[in-house]
């Protein structure tokens, strides 16, 4: 029997917290939840960030194929999520108008925000290689598991 999508978030948000506690470094702490989302979240072929510099995205820790490098803000889904301040949850990239292609295999994606301090401070960034991967479930689940690590990192800044 597999677990639902709210067994495995919850769960995932457990781990998480346990990377997080006593550990104040941002990029570490980024590069192991792009790990725990990788191997904890079935159906994945990226998982990782992207940290705004000024008017774009630069490439943050992941999981997966290299992956662009720099992504302007307003561009792709990456862009449009951190220029909205908002979650974009796309069932197939190839009907997303401004997508960017940085791996081929990908179908679907789901991208969060890091909000800090009421600006963007970067995304979180789920590519899967099957279209309609992703649902509210998963947005929601992302969303609680970003909103631990923004969390962390306000109380123990590093």
Not at 17 to 45: F, H, K, Q, S
Request: charged letters at 20%; a negative charge.
């Amino acid at each position: 029997m597999t677990a639902s999508k709210p067994d495995i978030y919850r769960d995932l948000a457990k781990e998480l917290a346990a990377l997080l506690a006593g550990e104040t470094d941002r990029i570490a702490n980024a590069a192991n939840m792009a790990a725990l989302l990788y191997y904890g979240l079935p159906d994945l072929n990226w998982a990782g960030f992207y940290f705004r510099r000024g008017k774009e995205l630069v490439l943050g820790p992941f999981q997966g194929q290299p992956a662009c490098v720099r992504i302007a803000l307003g561009k792709g889904v990456c862009g449009t999520a951190a220029s909205r301040g908002a979650t974009v949850l796309v069932p197939d990239v190839h009907d997303f108008p401004s997508h960017i292609a940085c791996d081929p295999v990908s179908r679907s994606e789901l991208v969060v925000p890091l909000i800090e301090a009421g600006k963007v401070s970067g995304v979180l960034d789920l590519d899967s290689p099957l279209v309609g991967r992703f649902d509210e479930a998963d947005q929601t689940g992302c969303e609680q598991l970003v909103a631990l690590f923004v969390g962390h990192h306000q109380r123990n800044p590093g």
